[in-house]
């Protein structure tokens, strides 16, 4: 936002720049149109005595024209030196602009490479992806429960709906043989009724036969008080209308014999649907009571057979996940032992350097105080060997040998400058070590809050212990501490992952 500003403004100089530019170009325009009309009008003047006042305004306008383009001159220089100050500052700003955005991308893939080589962050993010597994893996379950909840409870409502369509058709069987009793009642009562008609019909026809043969008697009187003559052939009819009655009482008694039988076999019969409608009857109980049996039976089985599958399949989940969690406390614990392996090893071979580093330092001390030794020896010997070879007399060897000492100690003495300013080189160099081993300290720390507030709050209940701080709750608010109070989880403190860095 402050290169975006900063461009504006730049823009809108250079636009008032050309402004202004324009306006004096519009202005000497317009002096040169005025030049030339005041040319023209002097030039049409034609009266002599007008000549001075011609030279006159053409040295006023001389002038003038001379004023303007001195101040035309003096603008444009002006004009020119504040365009080079814009083009400096611009100039300044682009590399002011250019040196904060490389600091920034500097700062970023510093970032960006602390973040990907930090032990501590891929850890943090292992943590972070495993608690994503377990919230997973919990909502699995969750979803698991529900679905064998669903399970059994549409098992239970389809055993209460078959024992409920039992008990209907058990109802509606007990209706239709109701129903079956009552039309059996019905036609018995209707065949009763049938009877009882019969015999009414067979009663009123006997009566109809005694009026006919009280009729018949008359006539047979009369004919034989009437007819004496014919007294013979009315015995006759007489005899034979005995005959014909004894005959008829003979089959009226047959047909009432055989009604009679006839009655009772209906009667046996009636005994025998009914009987044979109670055993049926009896029957159908016990086949229903049989099948009741059966269907209690099969659905204790059922229930049993659901049951122990559900025990069955409980232990295996139940298994599942001890499984499941034992791998993990067993993934866990083999990454916390190579942890700690590769942090014995690390510290062994940081006492290891360390040890050797001081060997070497000492060795390098030893060398160097060998060498200094040698190389004065060796100078000594090199002055004295000179000396010799000068043939010198012994005032002046004396001092040529003061001369060598003071040669040796001053290159001792410049040797040990610069042993020195090793050292102190050495030093600031440790020095900007340790200040970049704080900043990459505390980028990692910055992305460790940033990935905690960007992923704690989706994971609450299901972050490992130890991934909280003692004051990493005092980066979040009060709602998330909260929230962290009921699903309290284990904070590890600073002291060992200080002990683990060293």
């Known amino acids: 936002q402050a290169a975006m500003s900063h461009r504006q403004k730049i823009s809108r100089l250079h636009e008032r720049a050309h402004a202004e530019f324009r306006r004096?170009?519009?202005?000497?325009?317009?002096?040169?149109?005025?030049?030339?009309?005041?040319?023209?009008?002097?030039?049409?003047?034609?009266?002599e005595e007008k000549i001075e006042m011609k030279r006159y305004m053409r040295q006023m306008l001389d002038e003038e024209y001379e004023r303007q383009m001195e101040e035309a001159y003096i603008k444009a220089e002006q004009e020119r030196m504040y365009r080079e100050n814009l083009l400096k500052q611009e100039e300044k700003m682009a590399k002011e602009l250019a040196r904060i955005n490389y600091e920034k991308l500097r700062d970023e893939k510093t970032r960006q490479y602390i973040k990907e080589n930090s032990m501590e962050i891929r850890e943090l993010e292992a943590k972070l992806k495993s608690a994503y597994m377990n919230r997973e893996r919990a909502a699995q379950i969750a979803e698991k429960k529900a679905m064998r909840y669903e399970a059994l409870k549409e098992k239970a409502d389809i055993m209460h709906q078959i024992k409920s369509e039992q008990e209907e058709e058990a109802i509606k069987q007990e209706e239709q043989e109701l129903r079956r009793y009552e039309e059996l009642v019905r036609y018995q009562q209707e065949l009763e009724k049938q009877l009882e008609e019969k015999e009414r019909k067979r009663q009123e026809s006997y009566e109809e036969f005694l009026k006919e043969k009280?009729?018949?008697?008359?006539?047979?009187r009369k004919i034989y008080e009437e007819d004496r003559m014919k007294r013979e052939l009315q015995l006759e009819m007489v005899t034979a209308t005995k005959r014909y009655m004894q005959e008829f009482k003979q089959q009226q008694a047959e047909w009432r014999r055989m009604e009679r039988e006839k009655m009772e076999e209906e009667n046996r019969r009636i005994l025998e649907y009914t009987k044979y409608q109670e055993r049926r009857e009896q029957d159908r109980l016990a086949n229903v009571r049989q099948r009741d049996t059966a269907k209690e039976k099969l659905h204790k089985l059922l229930s049993e057979k659901i049951e122990k599958e559900q025990r069955e399949q409980e232990e295996m989940e139940r298994i599942r996940e001890e499984l499941y969690l034992e791998e993990q406390a067993e993934a866990a614990r083999q990454k916390e032992i190579k942890e700690m392996e590769r942090r014995i090893r690390q510290r062994l071979e940081l006492q290891q350097s360390c040890q050797e580093q001081l060997a070497f330092k000492q060795l390098r001390l030893q060398t160097e105080k060998?060498?200094?030794?040698?190389?004065?020896?060796?100078?000594?010997?090199?002055?004295?060997?000179?000396?010799?070879?000068?043939?010198?007399?012994?005032?002046?060897r004396r001092l040529k040998q003061q001369e060598h000492k003071r040669a040796v100690q001053k290159l001792i003495e410049e040797r040990r400058q610069?042993?020195?300013?090793?050292?102190e080189r050495e030093a600031e160099e440790q020095a900007i070590e340790q200040e970049r081993e704080a900043q990459?300290?505390?980028?990692?720390?910055?992305?460790?809050?940033?990935?905690?507030?960007?992923?704690?709050?989706?994971?609450?209940?299901?972050?490992?212990?130890?991934?909280?701080?003692?004051?990493?709750?005092?980066?979040?608010?009060?709602?998330?501490?909260?929230?962290?109070?009921?699903?309290?989880?284990?904070?590890?403190?600073?002291?060992?992952?200080?002990e683990d860095e060293q």
Not at 214 to 220: F, G, Q
Not at 391 to 396: G, R, S
Not at 418 to 423: E, G, H, I, R, T
Not at 451 to 459: G, I, R, S
């Open 24 to 47: 004096q170009e519009e202005k000497r325009e317009d002096l040169n149109k005025h030049v030339a009309t005041e040319r023209q009008i002097l030039s049409n003047l034609k009266n």
């Open 214 to 220: 009280l009729m018949v008697d008359e006539i047979v």
């Open 370 to 396: 060998a060498n200094e030794e040698a190389f004065r020896l060796q100078m000594l010997a090199k002055f004295a060997e000179d000396d010799r070879i000068e043939q010198m007399n012994a005032q002046k």
């Open 418 to 423: 610069k042993y020195l300013a090793d050292k």
């Open 440 to 498: 990459r300290r505390k980028i990692i720390e910055e992305e460790r809050l940033k990935l905690l507030k960007l992923h704690a709050t989706e994971l609450l209940g299901y972050l490992p212990k130890g991934i909280f701080r003692e004051d990493d709750l005092e980066h979040f608010d009060e709602d998330f501490k909260k929230s962290f109070r009921k699903h309290r989880g284990g904070i590890s403190s600073d002291e060992s992952s200080e």
